[in-house]
């Protein structure tokens, strides 16, 4: 929200402030001041908090002039030449402000016209290029007139981005004054976070600024000069539903005129990032930026007229599924049941707290305006903002919360800057609808909260006394403060809730750099742990030192995208997706049910940057629960690689790529470093992995995942390049149960062990592991090792036959073998895998 320094100062005396200390001030308490945009004032030096931007006006040589004549250029038709004052002397200054055409050839004005003037070497913004551009103005000839100083347009001062004639001052204004100490300000742009939405208007921010400098607050004049009938009788309100719509207020003028606002209001509204329009309109924005209410004008001749001549009944309703409105924006709407309409007899009139409609809204013919404020719903307001694409001043004040009590200040605020700017007359009275008053917060609290929540000694007189700053109502009874939230905020709660944000409150305004660091005086909390979460971040350890790297993906997908992890053809999953009501965009419309797609997205995204490829991601997918409509968080564990198995160094010469076997190996060591040894490792199938490239690892016959080589058809489809891709997708929350509590470990055997290679040849169809598995029953508690080191197919063994060369380890931890107690063992196993697997021992 952009905030005027002048208009601040409306309410709140800030002489003796400097700017970037009040926006410090401002932004310590919550409401950061992201950016302070200068206006002719000096621009502070040095590291700010905020952005600074802006264009400092020369005091010497941009001023307050004065146009006593405008006369013809001798040579130009679209030029003319302005005898100017600039409080010393006159100067015949070169324009082409068209604004200024209806002066030419009326010989001396009066009054005379003020300006603002700028003299040779004056630093401004180039009125005749997009952007903001910085020039020095400098002597020089236009069509043979010398020219050395201009008149300036609001965009070259930085005003705003008008530059098709030049500003008007107002006629109070000296020739010669520096213009910085007429039109001189700073504009904070503020971030109002949820928590501050009573902020989001001048009078709010003046609030805080009051109470953060303990500065009195002037009252906001809401009071209205009415010199017209009663309302009674002119319009009536009916509300259909209080729960969306708790409040509705109307006000009548009579007998305005529609023309352009003072010069003055049309600026502040500009700075303040809105764009005027006309003295009707302006009034609504301008007491919606003031008050924080937004408004909406309807012309009440046109509603009398869509009711058959009859005063118009005023109603709100949802609308029908597939209705149809067309509102300011010229927009044809197609509307959902659950939004909010104003409407009429004769049909619907504007999006309620969003955006009026065409058909009622104030012309340059229209002599009557019923003004309406309003409290909404703003969980439906937001609602309708996203189902509609639609942002708007009052959508975003609306979504955010604006108190009912709010709605007839902001009319009677609106219809009396209408009185002023317009003429006419204010009808007497409101109607007022009011079915659904909110209660206010009443909450208890003590200087001992203020000790235990914030570590700091106040008192009730300081507690009452800040509180009471920010308009809270506070009754004393010993050391109990009793206090009730002011009428302009909702964000207030009961119990422990409104403890906490009182005492939020008091810290704010407190300062919480002048809140010491102590020690907390509570008893620590029982120490739980949290398994999982523990045994993720071993993972992660684990990972890393494989030389993994974590990657961390989106939540949130489309099915399109997911589908691409699937060759063309595979059946569908046939669980429904967990949708999203708003999504952000069209691929975020669901809850993912696959962590293997999200990670091929992160890879097909380095493919062309990068040759070695290695990453794991830790997250949920989302599938339906049968127990109700929130979806079950499933975690899981997926990695990736691709690329040669080494990083590139200069010693390295293994230039192999990455394959099944390696995406096994990382599978491996992270789980028998979790303590998961009696592994096994089958055949499997899955769509988008290679067939015959993809196995599934088990631990105690429990199922933990897959992998193996990507389907060429899916690598395809992420065009994830040549080198072929090796992928694991594990099921953790298995693995979380299975993973031993402790390890048990044995100390370093005393007497050495014995070494010895094992040649069989197998049939090609059987797996290793099945071999493994049957060595290591067999050789028992003595066989402490055992690795396949060599793999060999050759006519010297026979077609459809393989060799398997294992180390097998044998050790003793209490005595030393003896040849013979080896050789006793190596016959045992060798018997086992001939009679059971069919093995022959290789010469």
Known sequence: MKVPISWLKDFVDLEGVAIEDLA?????????????????????????????????????????????????????????????????????????????????????????????????GAELYDGHQAGLNKMILKRTKIRGVESYSMVCSEKELGISEEHEGILFLNAEAVAGTPLADVLGDAVFDIAITPNIARDANIYGVAREVSALLQRPLKPMPIEVQTDGPKIEGAARIEISEPELNPRFVLGLIREIQIQPSPEWVRRRLTLAGMRPINNIVDATNYAMLELGEPLHAFDYDVLVQRAGGQPPVISTRRAKSGEMITTLDGVQRKLDDFTVLVCDTAGSLSLGGVMGGLESEVTENTRTVLLEGAAWNFINIRKTLNAQRLSSEAGYRFSRGVHPAMAPRGVQRGLELMRQWAGGQVAADLVDEFPLPPQSSVVQISPQDARRWLGVELSTGQLSDILQRLGFEVKTQGETLTVTSPDHRLDIGEGVIGKADLMEEVARIYGYDNIPATRLGDDLPPQRANRSLEIEERIRDLLVRQGLQEVATYRLTSPEQEARRLPAGTPP????????????????????????????????????????????????????????????????????????????????????????????????????????????????????????????????????????????QVQTEYDLGGDPVQAAALNLDTIYDLVPERFDSQSVPAYPPVLEDLALVVDESLPAGQVEALIRQTGGKLLTGLALFDVFRGEQIGVGKKSLAYQLTYQNAERTLTDEDVAKLRQRIIRRLEQELGAQLRA
């Open 573 to 712: 999953d046939d669980k429904p997706y967990t949708r999203l009501s708003n999504p952000i965009s069209q691929e975020r419309t669901v809850l993912r049910k696959s962590l293997l797609a999200s990670v091929l997205e992160i890879v097909e995204r380095n493919a062309n940057i990068r040759e070695r490829l290695a990453f794991f991601e830790i997250g949920p997918v989302f599938r339906a629960s049968e127990s109700g409509p929130l979806p079950d968080e499933l975690p899981r564990l997926v990695l990736a690689l691709r690329g040669p198995r080494q990083p590139a160094h200069w010693q390295s010469g293994d230039g192999d790529t990455q394959d099944f076997y390696d995406i096994k190996g990382a599978v491996s060591t992270l789980l028998n470093s979790l303590g998961l040894r009696e592994l096994q490792f089958e055949p499997a199938a899955h769509p988008a992995f290679h067939p015959g490239k993809c196995a599934r690892v088990l631990a105690d016959d429990q199922p933990l995942g897959v992998f193996g080589e990507l389907h060429p």
């Open 24 to 120: 410090h001030t401002l932004t310590m308490a919550g409401l950061e001041v992201e950016e302070i945009r200068y206006l002719g004032l000096p621009i502070p030096s040095g590291q700010q908090l905020a952005k600074l931007s802006g264009l400092a006006w020369d005091r010497e040589k941009i001023v307050v002039g004065e146009i006593r004549e405008v006369g013809p250029h001798p040579d130009a038709d679209r030029l003319v030449l302005c005898r100017l004052f600039d409080g010393e002397k006159e100067h015949s200054v070169l324009t082409g402000a068209p604004n200024l055409f209806e002066y030419k050839g009326q010989g001396e004005l009066k009054p005379p016209l003020k300006v603002a003037y700028a003299k040779e």
